[in-house]
């Protein structure tokens, strides 16, 4: 959530712990080496390299994924691989199961996937490394949406580290806001010792107005809600070749998903507070992604306006998520408030800004042409 390097959250998966999980699958082969670790905040996963190609084992603890909350993940991804889309292959125990519990984990085995991990040293909410990278990315993501048709799983069960939607579609907001911060107690006592109700009644009162209604028009629909670049690996032609990391994903609609892709990627985040206001948003890029993914197919006025009209709001679900999770689960009580202060409100108050309102006017203008 920051440009300085910090300590991984999770231990690293060691061998012996790699190996205890691989006996599970009878069908892989044994283990050569782990030959990287991710530094990611959420989970910890590890690069297996084998005999028969490599493998990615990731572990959650048990309070953020529960075995049946990765199945509900896993048979999004199963879909989307029989409509012909490049996912990762999520192996199964002897018993047929795509996860396993041990101890305080919940563990997940995918075979590598094709593509280049071209960001993987990058942080989150790190930019495209080129307007052609975002261009590729929103194409993908319209293939995406349409190949997650047909998809008629119910949204997940309220769970840490899931891009919910429940807020922002409910005709009064505020009372869903409630009946978020209820089921997540951690957050309830977070919140409790500070003034939210003002702040968040503003941001609702200056950017919901109309839109729910627009929200209960667009199709639901199984969406991946975290679209940065480190989520893509990526083709020697500059495409992308494989689609990861469905965590966050759940029953939203494209427009909000369209909507995380360009709040994810076409803003310096990691450097607000640091750079002139101004300085912060890259319409290029912005213009470009909804370029490539207006390329798969027909984009409707409708969906592009709700995506723009979603975008100052469109992370406040989520935030409100991570703030759960680091008060409750990793008692980080300096991440809670970054992802309170820094995050949830620091965002929304960009867009309320002068250049985030002209941000928004710009590329309302460039989506109408």
């Not at 893509?232 to 494209?254: I, K």
């Not at 592009?304 to 991570?322: D, M, N, Y």
Request: proline residues 6%; charged residues 15%.
């Amino acid at each position: 959530m920051g440009l300085a390097l910090e300590a991984p959250t999770w231990p690293a998966i060691t061998d012996g712990e790699a190996a205890a999980v691989l006996a599970h699958f009878p069908l892989v082969a044994p283990i050569t080496t782990l030959s990287w670790h991710s530094p990611r905040p959420f989970s910890a996963a590890t690069l297996i390299d084998t005999a028969d190609g490599a493998l990615l084992l990731k572990r959650h603890h048990h309070q953020v994924r529960s075995v049946a909350g990765l199945a509900a993940e896993h048979g999004f991804i199963a879909h989307l691989a029989t409509a012909g889309l490049s996912v990762p292959e999520v192996l199964r125990t002897a018993e047929g199961a795509s996860a396993v519990g041990l101890g305080e984990g919940t563990y997940e085995l995918h075979r590598r996937s094709p593509g280049a991990d071209l960001y993987r040293d990058h942080p989150s909410w790190t930019p495209f490394q080129s307007y052609d990278h975002a261009h590729a990315a929103g194409y993908a993501l319209a293939r995406m949406h349409q190949a997650a048709r047909g998809f008629n799983a119910p949204a997940r069960t309220a769970q840490p580290l899931v891009a919910s939607f429940t807020i922002l579609p409910a005709h009064d907001p505020m009372a869903a806001m409630d009946a978020y911060i209820a089921a997540r107690p951690a957050l309830a006592a977070f919140l409790s010792a500070r003034n939210w109700r003002s702040p968040l009644a503003a941001l609702f009162a200056d950017g919901a107005s109309g839109l729910a209604p627009r929200l209960v028009r667009q199709p639901s629909l199984w969406t991946h809600n975290d679209w940065h670049p480190s989520n893509l690996l990526w083709a020697a032609d500059g495409g992308v070749a494989t689609v990861f990391d469905f965590g966050l994903a759940d029953r939203t609609c494209a427009a909000h998903d369209l909507a995380t892709a360009i709040e994810r990627t076409a803003f310096a985040w990691l450097e607000l507070g640091t750079k002139p206001d101004h300085a912060i948003a890259d319409l290029r890029a912005a213009r470009a992604l909804i370029a490539g993914y207006a390329s798969a197919g027909p984009l409707s006025p409708d969906l592009i306006e709700t995506a723009i009209r979603l975008l100052p709001l469109v992370h406040i679900e989520f935030a409100l998520s991570e703030i759960d999770y680091f008060a409750g689960i990793v008692g980080d009580e300096d991440a809670t408030l970054l992802a309170w202060e820094g995050y949830l409100l620091g965002h929304a108050d960009w867009f309320l800004s002068g250049a985030g309102r002209g941000f928004l006017a710009d590329l309302r203008e460039e989506a109408g042409r």
